[in-house]
């Protein structure tokens, strides 16, 4: 099992950055898969960025080019460093984590884009 604590979420106005962060309970490296996702008031829940064990990244079109997941394995834990926000980013924002075939979700983090 994994528990998995995310911070770093608040208002921003439009432009603006932030860094999200998900702490792992055990070793990222045993983790097959961690990703960032977001849910909005009346849609459904959609990957914004992940990364394998392996540090392959993949990120959702609606977020390339402003946002980067990265990691810091001895800390064991996940970032999310997000650029050039918009209000459409506005959402809770999940880290969700992989160990076998079992997903594992945080209780999520608020970010708010003021325009």
């Known amino acids: 099992q994994v528990q998995l604590v995310e911070s770093g979420g608040g208002l921003v106005q439009a432009g603006g950055s932030l860094r999200l962060s998900c702490a792992a309970s055990r070793s990222i490296l045993s983790i097959n898969v961690m990703g960032w996702y977001r849910q909005a008031p009346g849609k459904e829940r959609e990957l914004v960025a992940g990364?394998?064990?392996?540090?392959?990244?993949n990120y959702a079109d609606s977020v390339k080019g402003r946002v980067t997941i990265s990691r810091d394995i001895v800390r064991n834990r996940v970032y999310l460093q997000m650029n050039r926000l918009e209000p459409e980013d506005t959402a809770v924002y999940y880290c969700?984590?992989?160990?076998?075939?079992?997903?594992?979700w945080g209780q999520g983090t608020q970010v708010t884009v003021s325009s």
């Open positions: 990364i394998t064990s392996g540090g392959t990244t």
């Open positions: 969700n984590g992989v160990l076998g075939y079992t997903g594992y």
